[in-house]
């Protein structure tokens, strides 16, 4: 079966430290992977995606994300956090049918 | 500007009234997608299309019917409201349904089911 999890419901950093968004997969074969962002009122705005080849990906806003096959993970990463961060990030599958994990609401202090 | 747009943005209507959330895209995109959000549960799949007179539905299609006449639209009807109905709608498309197309999505509509 498909199944994406993002086990952190919320995290809490403070501006100008790093970050890390978890993100486990389970599929068969390789998947294709996705970040998406969503700010308060907004629509989901695609971060970043893996396809194949280099497992470290670069993104929009400074984000990347690694592709771990041992580990079944597609962590999304940021050296250091803007107030203007602060939102829900979707981590997403593409087997033959799209999946969305419950999703990690980030908060920033100031 | 490439976009994909929703009507109404927010709607509170009453159990048993039939309504009509539009869907349009400006991108010529063959694959659409209907999507509710809820807390927890992140978003779930309601219908999706993969061309004109194409539709299917998705993970949680009970009590949505979906149309696909024209490329452009991709209205999503709710026959006969209910409470559990409840939720933030996203419309989505994107250049094709195979793996690794990038989805665009909608504003969002929020809808209250009383």
């Known amino acids: 079966a498909q199944s994406v999890t993002q086990p952190d419901i919320h995290i809490t950093v403070s501006e100008g430290a790093s970050l890390e968004l978890r993100c486990n997969y389970s599929?068969?074969?390789?998947?294709?992977l996705f970040w998406y962002v969503q700010s308060p009122g907004q629509g989901l705005q695609l971060l970043l995606k893996y396809f194949s080849g280099d497992t470290l990906v670069q993104g929009i806003k400074g984000f990347e994300a690694e592709f771990k096959r041992s580990q079944s993970s597609f962590n999304l990463r940021k050296p250091s956090v803007h107030w203007s961060d602060a939102a829900e990030y979707f981590c997403a599958f593409q087997g033959y049918k799209y999946i969305f994990g419950t999703g990690t609401r980030l908060k920033v202090l100031a | 500007e490439a976009q994909v747009t929703q009507n109404p943005r927010y709607l509170i209507t009453v159990t048993g009234k039939k309504l009509t959330v539009t869907c349009s895209q400006n991108m010529n995109h063959e694959y659409m997608s209907w999507y509710r959000q809820d807390p927890g549960l992140g978003l779930r799949q309601i219908y999706y299309s993969m061309n004109v007179e194409v539709t299917d539905k998705g993970d949680v299609p009970e009590g949505y019917k979906v149309s696909r006449k024209e490329k452009r639209n991709f209205p999503l009807i709710l026959e006969s409201p209910s409470p559990n109905q409840t939720s933030l709608y996203f419309c989505?498309?994107?250049?094709?349904?195979?793996?690794?197309?990038?989805?665009?999505f909608g504003p969002g509509t929020r809808l209250t089911v009383l």
């Open positions: 599929y068969g074969a390789t998947p294709y």
């Open positions: 989505a498309s994107s250049l094709g349904g195979r793996p690794g197309n990038e989805q665009f």
